[in-house]
């Protein structure tokens, strides 16, 4: 069902009529609270995605239908993909995943612009049908602010340590992949304000890159190679 979804026609038109920003981000990183900062500004509307898993609660905050995700039955979500409903839909460990055409249209009606956070397959998907989608990578400023920003999450250093190994590893597969490709527009989340600035500078600006996505890349591949190091010892 999902693995031959094609994006449809009206959906393709949409991408490139829309000023559209992609938020990627290694776990910890503050992609999400970079993303709640600039849905504060009235020029931004979020792509609220639907998925099939049930609401979780984070913070001891429940996740709330229509805000965090758009919460649809499987079968809800089988006939969306059948009247291509979607702009990309994936199925993931049992749960399917997607972002409807509906929510982009409405969007482009309020001539806003839109933001969504998703994985770097996501951007590469929506970059084979548009180029001028705008992709930013954020990061912590180095492994060991990183670190220790991931131990608040967990009580116990035994389930850290574990946890953290195995982000260690999805944080070196998404840079190595975002450093071979050209789109990327790293941010170094070391101090918030600053971040989600230059997050809305580069959202308002045609999709250029300049000295400071540069050197923001230079430390991108620092930190890569920080983590390189950290697995191998």
């Known amino acids: 069902m999902i693995s031959h979804y094609k994006t449809p026609l009206e959906a393709q038109t949409l991408i490139k009529a829309t000023r559209i920003v992609l938020l990627v981000g290694i776990s910890s990183a503050g992609k999400d609270t970079?993303?709640?900062?600039?849905?504060q500004s009235d020029d931004f509307r979020d792509i609220v995605s639907h998925t099939t898993r049930s609401p979780r609660v984070n913070n001891a905050t429940a996740e709330q239908d229509g805000l965090d995700y758009h919460f649809v039955s499987l079968e809800q979500a089988e006939t969306m993909v059948a009247s291509n409903e979607f702009i990309e839909a994936k199925f993931v460990h049992?749960?399917?995943y997607g972002t409807s055409v509906a929510a982009l249209r409405e969007i482009h009606a309020e001539n806003k612009i839109a933001i969504t956070d998703l994985d770097?397959?996501?951007?590469e998907e929506y970059k084979a049908l548009s180029q001028d989608v705008t992709a930013l990578f954020i990061l912590p400023p180095g492994y060991d602010v990183w670190r220790e920003r991931f131990r608040k999450r967990y009580e116990s250093n035994h389930e850290f340590e574990a946890e953290f190994t195995k982000r260690s590893q999805t944080a070196m597969k998404e840079l190595e992949h975002a450093l071979s490709v050209p789109y990327y527009h790293f941010i170094i989340n070391d101090e918030l304000d600053r971040a989600v600035r230059v997050a809305e500078e580069i959202a308002h600006r045609s999709d250029s890159f300049n000295r400071h996505d540069d050197e923001a890349r230079l430390l991108a591949r620092d930190l890569l190679d920080e983590i390189r190091s950290a697995q191998q010892n």
């Open 34 to 39: 970079i993303k709640k900062h600039l849905l």
């Open 94 to 96: 049992g749960t399917v």
């Open 120 to 123: 770097v397959q996501g951007v």
